[in-house]
């Protein structure tokens, strides 16, 4: 009869360490809350199957020296002696258990959770949306029985990352205290250091550890097709609108000429130039060959990159000039003014560009396509453009971004002088004079919003959106649609600016219109 009781306890004994594999602790763990909490209780003492199991360290370590440890070859984990013997608690034994191993982020993002900010901690609901789990992996690191906070000597985690753009921030595994499976990631007691390779985590406590990073917004092959679409179609609409816009103002330039009339027409011939070469750039590349890259690359990658260095030199000088006729009315003669124009917004291009074709940056580019699970896929699309280099940065990143900047101050400024001009006025009319304004002050706002609007383009602000294309995908394709349109708009302000002379010809009554000037080109 001993047979039987023994067969069943020999049948629970398999069983138990059956379930007792680390290879099937998280799984076995999801279905405890809080899973945490099991995971740190069990896995250091559960059963590995196989000789060798990858990205996992377990080992008895001395709790009266440091202890560093590398699960992988992209994590360090440095505990100072300290930490280890506050682990131990009171019991006798020197030597303490340490276990550090990676585990995937998709662990705790099926979890209800918070969501995480630099500055601290937010609950909510919600999966971080504006960060993300660097690698997609978090280490977890445990040591001895007691729990260990509050450290005057913190322990040091490396995660090495080949990104430099990135930002990151250290974070840890925050569990509610009512135990119900809730958690979020927190920065409490960790200092992120960024040595350009590496992000150096300090903390104060032993848990689960993770590096938030800005997500990398990838582009996958159906919706880089659409945006190629979009540039595409844009781009041909800009080059009609544009000459018609270059017609539109070669005839207003006969007929009442103008400095900034001459600026708007330098401008449009540069956005002209840059959806040109950008059509050359992208149908050409699909005529070569895989490994083929050609002269004539070579040369639409060199044009398009002095068309978009004109377009912001000319964009910039746009700028200018409306800071003299705001600023210097009455004194804005400069002799050959428009010579010195262009000899920056041609002359500088040229230069640069000429530099960098002497140094071999341009050719074919390729860029490589995201599948729906962000992983490389086999095929990659190319473009006639330039490769990466620091130059590249430079010219496509910094110039834009102080162009803007500048510009941007100058419509700050215009929308200030047109609330001085409102201003003034109400103050200097009688008061059924004022009765009237009043009556036309949905009039004049709209006016007022259309040149603004319309400076705006003129002044390239568009190309401010570039820093939503580093967010989310709509802020794709709201700048892909925004920017490729530059010349509808161009053509929106010509025509405005061709309305606004025939009804200033028609009112004219002391002389010819020719001889007005338009000291500003925003004035009612």
Same mark, same amino acid.
């Given at each position: 009869m001993w047979i039987t009781p023994f067969l069943i306890t020999l049948a629970w004994f398999s069983t138990t360490q059956a379930n007792d594999y680390c290879e099937n602790l998280l799984t076995e763990c999801r279905q405890i809350i809080p899973w945490t909490r099991c995971y740190e209780d069990r896995i250091a003492t559960c059963t590995i199957r196989k000789r060798f199991m990858p990205n996992f360290f377990r080992q008895r370590v001395n709790s009266s020296q440091e202890a560093k440890v590398r699960p992988t070859l992209e994590h360090k984990v440095h505990i100072p002696s300290s930490a280890l013997q506050r682990s131990r608690g009171a019991a006798l034994e020197e030597e303490v258990l340490l276990v550090a191993t990676l585990i995937n982020s998709t662990y705790f993002e099926g979890l209800p959770q918070g969501r995480a900010t630099v500055g601290g901690i937010v609950p909510n609901q919600s999966a971080p949306k504006q960060y993300t789990v660097m690698g997609a992996l978090v280490l977890a690191v445990m040591a001895g029985s007691q729990p260990v906070r509050n450290l005057s000597q913190p322990i040091k985690l490396t995660f090495k990352h080949n990104n430099r753009g990135e930002n990151g921030t250290c974070v840890f595994w925050q569990e509610s205290e009512l135990e119900d499976g809730i958690g979020y990631w927190s920065t409490g007691g960790c200092d992120t250091i960024d040595s350009g390779t590496e992000f150096i985590c300090s903390c104060n406590h032993l848990s689960f550890f993770a590096v938030l990073v800005n997500p990398v917004i990838s582009v996958d092959a159906p919706n880089y097709l659409i945006l190629t679409y979009i540039n595409c179609i844009g781009s041909a609409l800009s080059i009609f609108f544009a000459i018609i816009s270059l017609i539109l103002y070669i005839c207003l330039q006969r007929r009442r000429p103008e400095k900034a009339i001459s600026v708007h027409i330098q401008l449009t011939v540069a956005l002209l130039c840059l959806h040109i070469s950008y059509l050359l750039s992208t149908?050409?590349?699909?005529?070569?060959?895989?490994?083929?890259?050609?002269?004539?690359?070579?040369?639409?990658?060199?044009?398009?990159?002095?068309?978009?260095?004109?377009?912001?030199?000319?964009?910039?000088?746009?700028?200018?000039?409306?800071?003299?006729?705001? #600023?210097?009315?009455?004194?804005?003669? #400069?002799?050959?003014?428009?010579?010195?124009?262009?000899? #920056?917004?041609?002359?500088?291009?040229?230069?640069?560009?000429?530099?960098?074709?002497?140094?071999?940056?341009?050719?074919?580019?390729?860029?490589?396509?995201?599948?729906?699970?962000?992983?490389?896929?086999?095929?990659?699309?190319?473009?006639?453009?330039?490769?990466?280099?620091?130059?590249?940065?430079?010219?496509?990143?910094?110039?834009?971004?102080?162009?803007?900047?500048?510009?941007?101050?100058?419509?700050?400024?215009?929308?200030?002088?047109?609330?001085?001009?409102?201003?003034?006025?109400?103050?200097?009319?009688?008061?059924?004079?004022?009765?009237?304004?009043?009556?036309?002050?949905?009039?004049?706002?709209?006016?007022?919003?259309?040149?603004?609007?319309?400076?705006?383009?003129?002044?390239g602000l568009p190309w401010g959106l570039m820093s939503t294309t580093y967010i989310s995908l709509p802020g794709i394709y709201v700048f892909t649609i925004l920017n490729s349109l530059q010349g509808v708009f161009m053509f929106l302000w010509s025509v405005a600016l061709t309305c606004k002379s025939r009804s200033e010809c028609s009112s004219s009554i002391g002389g010819p219109c020719s001889q007005k000037m338009m000291t500003t080109s925003f004035n009612n």
């Open positions: 149908f050409w590349v699909r005529q070569l060959n895989e490994n083929q890259e050609g002269f004539f690359c070579w040369f639409l990658g060199l044009f398009l990159h002095w068309s978009m260095l004109a377009t912001f030199s000319w964009t910039a000088l746009e700028g200018f000039h409306l800071y003299l006729l705001l #600023v210097r009315v009455f004194n804005i003669y #400069v002799r050959r003014y428009l010579l010195k124009l262009s000899l #920056v917004g041609w002359g500088l291009p040229t230069l640069i560009a000429g530099a960098c074709g002497i140094s071999g940056v341009y050719g074919k580019h390729s860029l490589e396509l995201k599948d729906a699970e962000n992983s490389t896929a086999s095929n990659a699309v190319a473009q006639c453009w330039m490769s990466s280099h620091p130059v590249s940065y430079v010219t496509t990143m910094a110039l834009p971004c102080l162009v803007i900047l500048c510009n941007s101050c100058m419509l700050g400024l215009v929308v200030f002088k047109l609330q001085g001009i409102r201003g003034g006025s109400r103050g200097t009319e009688s008061i059924s004079d004022w009765k009237k304004m009043n009556r036309e002050k949905g009039t004049r706002l709209w006016k007022d919003c259309a040149t603004v609007l319309g400076l705006s383009c003129v002044l």
